[in-house]
Every structure is written in structure tokens, then in C-alpha cells.
Nanobody, 125 residues
Framework: VQLQAFGGGLVQAGGSLRLSCTGSGRTFNDYAMGWFRQAPGKEREFVAAISRGGRLTKYADSLKGRFTISRDDAKNTVSLQMNSLEPEDTAVYYC???????????????????WGKGTLVTVSS
């Protein structure tokens, strides 16, 4: 599956952004989808994931309550709604796809099969 993320940009602290990622191919709904991010000078980290069918979701503990992941399989799209953004959320955000929801248990994303090109989110103070 090929992934394309978009929706990044510059936002002030306290603001919101919605990232989206579209997947090509007819098997998008077979994949658990997720988001990771990498801030300057830091390692890539897990943000959120959603299972096939959308029944299960998981989030990085530090982001719970501010970020919401969702998917629309009819549109081959997974989205990440980000609210109450903080300067520490500044990073390149990457969309990910994997047949196994458990792949998102690994914070670094080492077991993820497919990655999209990142989209930059910059939060100004």
C-alpha cells in the first residue's frame, strides 16, 4: 500500500490541526493504520493507531485526550485530529500501515511495513 500524508502546517500553541493520510490500493481496509512523529534531534515515536475496522485505538500516553485517530475505509483515509497543540508537538508526522495491529506496540515503529512521506507540523509558542 502506498501512503500519502497531508495537512501539516504552522499553527499557534493551543490551536488545532487535522492530518490525513490516503492509501492506494484496494486492500486499505486490511491494514491497521497509525501515526508516528519525529521531532528535530529526536528519535521517531509512536503517536496513535487504529485497528482494521476502527474498533480499537491506542495512543501514546502523553497525547491521550488531545489527539484522536479515525479512519474512513470508503475513502481509504486515516486521520489524526490534533487539539491543544503545544510547541513540543512540532515534528514531522508519518502515516503508517501494517497488517498487524500489534506492530504499533513498538514505539519506534521498527516493525511497521509501510510508511508514507512525512508532513511537517510546526507549533509556535
Amino acid at each position: 500500500v502506498q501512503l500519502q500524508a497531508f495537512g501539516g502546517g504552522l499553527v499557534q500553541a493551543g490551536g488545532s490541526l487535522r492530518l490525513s493520510c490516503t492509501g492506494s490500493g484496494r486492500t486499505f481496509n486490511d491494514y491497521a493504520m497509525g501515526w508516528f512523529r519525529q521531532a528535530p534531534g529526536k528519535e521517531r515515536e509512536f503517536v496513535a493507531a487504529i485497528s482494521r475496522g476502527g474498533r480499537l485505538t491506542k495512543y501514546a500516553d502523553s497525547l491521550k485526550g488531545r489527539f484522536t485517530i479515525s479512519r474512513d475505509d470508503a475513502k481509504n483515509t486515516v486521520s489524526l485530529q490534533m487539539n491543544s497543540l503545544e510547541p513540543e508537538d512540532t515534528a514531522v508526522y508519518y502515516c503508517a500501515a501494517d497488517l498487524a495491529y500489534s506492530a504499533y506496540d513498538h514505539a519506534s515503529g521498527s516493525y511497521i511495513d509501510y510508511w508514507g512521506k512525512g508532513t511537517l507540523v510546526t507549533v509556535s509558542s
